[in-house]
Antibody, heavy 121, light 106 residues
Framework: QVQLVQSGAEVKKPGSSVKVSCKASGGTFSSYTISWVRQAPGQGLEWMGRIIPILGIANYAQKFQGRVTITADKSTSTAYMELSSLRSEDTAVYYC??????????????WGRGTLVTVSS | DIQMTQSPSSLSASVGDRVTITCRASQSISSYLNWYQQKPGKAPKLLIYAASSLQSGVPSRFSGSGSGTDFTLTISSLQPEDFATYYCQQSYSTFTFGPGTKVDIK
């Protein structure tokens, strides 16, 4: 049973960066894209971007362009999301989620448990 | 960008009730519409994809319908474990989630 295992909670200072990992345990990324979705406290879900790990191609939501970088290491089946220039509004739970690449209508069928990132001085 | 709206934003219902949640897209998205359930402190869970296809393992009391701009999620007989927040998501052009509908106990 494949699981997406995310790294642990982080506390960061404003202006710094955070890098969150997402490892496919029990499987690989070979047929999937990995998206990152965040959820601020008490708020809804916000898609940040995605990567096709076998190609290393990423695209991002316009809101996060220039501030987020999504990468993947095929050898370890691990995806990463790095967010820079952190501010208090970036305090949120960050989720990774899987989409099967050849599905006609993309959907997130598997999610990580989430990583809480707290931005505080 | 495609915007998604949901109504109502919250509702109170009893076990056994039929519940309907509506999702609207700002432009036609064909059937590129998914529904997720999220419980407090947990990751979202896929319920319905492609507007009306039931994800494996999801109870048949959940159903989805619609195409174009207007979509519906129906729970035919609400169960105690269904009290949660429900999100629609378009996947026609990247991804956008609706603001969510919280279903709580009357």
């Amino acid at each position: 049973q494949v699981q997406l295992v995310q790294s642990g909670a982080e506390v960061k200072k404003p202006g710094s960066s955070v890098k969150v990992s997402c490892k496919a345990s029990g499987g690989t990324f070979s047929s999937y894209t990995i998206s990152w979705v965040r959820q601020a406290p008490g708020q809804g879900l916000e898609w940040m971007g995605r990567i096709i790990p076998i190609l290393g191609i990423a695209n991002y939501a316009q809101k996060f362009q220039g501030r987020v970088t999504i990468t993947a290491d095929k050898s370890t089946s691990t995806a990463y999301m790095e967010l820079s220039s952190l501010r208090s509004e970036d305090t949120a739970v960050y989720y990774c989620a899987r989409t099967y690449m050849t599905t006609v209508t993309p959907h997130f069928d598997l999610w990580g448990r989430g990583t809480l990132v707290t931005v505080s001085s | 960008d495609i915007q998604m709206t949901q109504s109502p934003s919250s509702l109170s219902a009893s076990v056994g009730d039929r519940v309907t949640i509506t999702c609207r897209a700002s432009q036609s998205i064909s059937s590129y519409l998914n529904w997720y359930q999220q419980k407090p402190g947990k990751a979202p869970k896929l319920l319905i994809y492609a507007a009306s296809s039931l994800q494996s393992g999801v109870p048949s009391r959940f159903s989805g319908s619609g195409s174009g701009t207007d979509f519906t999620l129906t729970i035919s007989s609400l169960q105690p474990e269904d009290f949660a927040t429900y999100y629609c998501q378009q996947s026609y052009s990247t991804f956008t989630f609706g603001p969510g509908t919280k279903v709580d106990i009357k």
